[in-house]
Structures are given as C-alpha cells and as structure tokens.
C-alpha cells in the first residue's frame, strides 16, 4: 500500500543561483519535502531564461515546480527560516558564506554546498573562475572530443551542474537521514569539477595509471559512422567491430568498398571523412528513421533513432509510463524517474505543480503537508531521556546523569 513520500514533513531551504542546487532542491520537492526558495533580491538567475522582457522559462518551471519562494526579506526572518529547516542547500553566492549558513541554521541541520571546486584548496582559495566548459576542459572531457582539425567540443547542456546537483542529492538524503536519527547536523562539501571528473573525466585518468600517459589518444575524435541526417530526422550508429562495419557498408549499398584497407580503419576514415559521410547521407537521405533502424537492427549494427523534443514525449516507452506531465502554467516536462510501492505518486495525466511566484512563502510550515517521517524526539542510548535534536548534539554515556553511566 502507498505511503508518504520518503521526505514528506522536511523543511528544506534553498539558497542559490544556479542549476546544481535547483536540480538537488527539486529532487527533494519531488520527494514530497516542503521546499523553500530564498531569493536574490533581483530574484533567482534562472528565471531570467526566457525570451527578453518574458516570464520565467521552461528550465525555471522545471526546477522550480512545487517550491515555494522569498524574496527581498529582513535578515531577521531569514534567519528564522533557517533555523528551521531540516536540511540547507546553497551555491554561496548572494553574499552567503558557509559560516554564516551554519551559525543560523540548527544543530540537527545539514548543511550542502555546491560550488565549482569546494570550500577549500588552491583553486577554492584563489577564486579562480570556472564555468561548464572551462570545467569540461579541466576534468579532460574536452581532450578527445571534436575533429583533429577543429577546435575541441563542449558537450552541451551545463551536464557538469545536472550532475553536482544528482551527487549532492544523494549525499544530502543519507547525511539528513543521519542527521534525524542522532541529532548532529553536518557540513556536505561538493565539488562540481571533482563530480565531473568521476562521471566525465575517468576514464582517461585510469588508462593513464594502468597503461601510462602514452595509452592516452591525444587526437580528439567523433565516430564514423555517427549521427546523420534521415529523410524525417536523425539517426546514430556505431559500428565498433569490423564485422559491424562490413554489414554497415553493405546495408548502404556499397558492398564494394568491403575489401577497402583504408575505409576499414578508423584512421582511414577520418582521413576520407567527407567522401564517406557523402556516401552514408546519400542512403540515409532516402530513408525514413524508423525504416534505417528496422534494417540496421536486422544488420545487428548499433543503431538508435534520436529524438527531437516533439518526437520525445510520444515515444511509446514513455507514453506507457506516463513520463511526460504538464504544469497548470503550460510546461511539458519529465515527472521523477523513479517509482516506489511505498510512495505515493501522482497519476501519469495529473499536472504538476506550478513554479512559484515571488513572496509565495510565509516562512510557516504549510499545515497540509504531514507530519515529518523523521524522529521527533530521541533519547540518550544510556538513561533513556529524551533529548530534542534542535538543542544539540545527542547527550553521550559519559554526561548522561545516571548514576551507573561509564566515565
């Protein structure tokens, strides 16, 4: 049977800027925490992200649905709002400073800071600017990306952020779980080029340990073939054994070029990159998407359709599952991808919550929502008395006042 969302009845403020923290913020409203955003007095960057003179865009809506907001606020009620959260996210921008953060918030609070390079280290010290590509470029991303002859490539949508946000999430769920059961708030400290790293900068680092930096491909590259145009779209392939790309060449027809030594290297077809990708968009050209997929899957040549946003929401996996919701103000975008026996979720065509206004926030916890599912109230292991987490750390064997408590 359903129950309550795993973090209905948690305050959790946000204090940010910027993608990562809206991303983590929004993932925790997903998960039924009452969230509450703290605005810059100009109000959060993303929304800005519309069309000149608009209202807040798609991405704000998205990041932002279900939150509540405030803005242009006296410190004195901030400061009320913060000790009353359960759980703080910030960017550190706007002035805040992760002392001053910690010195108004509870003792039971977690604490999350996204920033470029974390709190600390020469990077952190220095001040050094750092934006998605200038991070990219920094983990080794960039490195083996784009042509040789071309200048190196990005890879779009500010991932590095998308994923600060996801680990910070996931940190701040276990550490706040902590947190609820013994009463000892913590600091979380994340690194966005440090998750870039792990996620998008890895692998080259590994192969350089194992095999040494010579192992490394130093010539930045795309595949050939890859994604190319369809007479009704795009579509991606990538053949890596030279059994796939024989059966490659003699689906597009050219079974005459098999015994080709040049073609069947990669380096040969980098070299020959125009008139091979001449001789594949001549075939796909003539085709439907749908049609190059049925065939190449016959091949048993990787192959996948690549979607264009309105193509993505009726892809039938997705329309099965109820993926794509609508807002009340309009935006289409993906629900939670997750689902749980335990936790009560919407129903696919049921709209999402809208993004808020600002000065949508009291500052009161909204008596609607239940009641935390976290401990309320804990108790000393040793004497049994209770203790309330926001008076401070948990009362250990060694002060507790029964008379047979160890010393």
């Not at 709209?351 to 309320?376: K, Y």
């Amino acid at each position: 049977m359903a129950g309550a969302a795993p973090f209905a009845g948690w305050r959790v403020l946000e204090l940010c800027n910027g993608l990562a923290v809206s991303y983590c913020g929004k993932m925790f409203a997903d998960a039924g925490a009452e969230v509450v955003k703290i605005e810059s007095p100009q109000g959060d960057s993303l929304r800005a992200w519309s069309a000149a003179g608009g209202p807040p865009g798609a991405l704000f809506g998205y990041l932002a649905a279900g939150k509540k907001s405030v803005i242009n606020r006296g410190q004195a009620e901030v400061a009320s709002l913060l000790a009353g959260a359960d759980l703080v996210l910030t960017d550190l921008t706007d002035g805040w400073t992760l002392d001053g953060i910690t010195a108004l918030s509870a003792a039971s609070a977690v604490v999350v800071a996204v920033t470029p390079f974390g709190t600390t280290g020469p990077y952190a010290e220095n001040q050094v600017a750092a934006n998605e590509f200038i991070l990219q470029a920094l983990c080794g991303s960039i490195a083996g990306r784009g042509w040789p002859d071309d200048e190196p490539v990005q890879a779009g949508g500010r991932l590095g952020e998308w994923l600060a946000g996801t680990f910070a999430a996931a940190a701040a769920a276990a550490t706040a779980r902590h947190a609820a059961r013994s009463g000892r708030g913590r600091v979380i400290d994340v690194s966005t080029y440090e998750a870039m790293v792990i996620a998008m900068g890895g692998l080259s680092a590994m192969s350089a340990s194992v095999l040494g930096p010579d192992s490394l491909l130093h010539e930045r590259s795309l595949e050939l073939p890859s994604i190319v145009p369809t007479a009704d779209g795009m579509v991606g392939f990538c053949t890596i054994t030279a059994q796939q790309f024989q059966d490659f060449l003699v689906m597009i027809d050219r079974a005459d070029l098999v015994g080709d030594a040049e073609l069947a290297s990669f380096a040969g077809r980098v070299a020959r990159r125009d008139e091979f990708l001449d001789m594949v968009t001549a075939w796909t050209r003539s085709r439907t998407t749908q049609e190059i997929v049925d065939v190449a899957v016959a091949f048993r040549i990787p192959v996948a359709p690549i979607a264009s946003p309105e193509m993505l929401p009726k892809l039938d996996h997705f329309v099965e599952r109820g993926v794509f919701v609508e807002s009340r103000d309009g935006v289409l975008a993906p629900r939670v991808p997750y689902r749980s026996e335990a936790m009560a979720t919407r129903p696919p065509r049921q709209p999402r919550r809208s993004a808020p206004t600002t000065h949508a926030c009291t500052g009161r916890r909204d008596p609607s929502r239940p009641a935390p599912t976290r401990p309320t109230r804990f108790r000393c292991p040793t004497c049994g008395s209770p203790i309330s987490p926001r008076s401070g750390p948990a009362r250990s064997p060694r002060n507790c006042s029964a008379p047979w408590a160890p010393t």
